[in-house]
């Protein structure tokens, strides 16, 4: 089995996640998930890759948030997949309108005080390679250089 490095690359004193990390971390992810679920809903939009990834992976089902009532009644165990948690708001969210299936939560990042049933690190600063470009712009729109940062 492959162990990925625990070296990380920073950007902007964030850690940044390139394509083929986030890919290595989901793998790890995928392979944590010892419980059988039956399809998969992944939060939007950030979790839709990773549902993608999972989906072909365990060749199951993938729906979206707003799918969700189109579920059929035979599948009863979900796993609710999205790529960083923060409080845990969105999965809450998530948990009640699944409220007659058992739910199994994965992420590939914690960055505060939530914790799903799975995930692979916590990080306080982190930055995924689809927001890299967006960030930069919006700070350089914002703030007229590269120097400042905000929060994702």
């Excluded at 990925?4 to 850690?15: A, C, G, I, L, M």
């Excluded at 409080?87 to 939530?114: D, H, M, P, Y």
Aim: hydrophobic fraction near 35%; glycine fraction near 4%.
């Amino acid at each position: 089995m492959w162990k990925r490095k625990k070296s990380y690359r920073t950007w902007e004193d964030e850690v940044y996640i390139t394509a083929s990390e986030y890919f290595e971390y989901a793998q790890e992810l995928f392979d944590k998930i010892d419980q059988p679920y039956d399809c998969i809903v992944a939060l939007k939009r950030s979790g839709w890759p990773l549902g993608i990834f999972f989906s072909h992976h365990a060749e199951k089902p993938v729906f979206t948030e707003s799918e969700v009532k189109s579920i059929p009644e035979h599948f009863t165990k979900i796993l609710v997949v999205d790529d960083k948690v923060f409080k845990g708001k969105s999965l809450q969210k998530i948990k009640l309108k699944l409220k007659n299936k058992e739910v199994i939560t994965a992420t590939l990042f914690v960055k505060r005080e939530a914790t799903p049933d799975f995930y692979c690190a916590k990080f306080e600063n982190i930055t995924l390679f689809y927001e890299k470009d967006f960030l930069e712009k919006k700070n350089k729109a914002e703030n007229g250089n590269m120097g400042k940062t905000f929060s994702v």
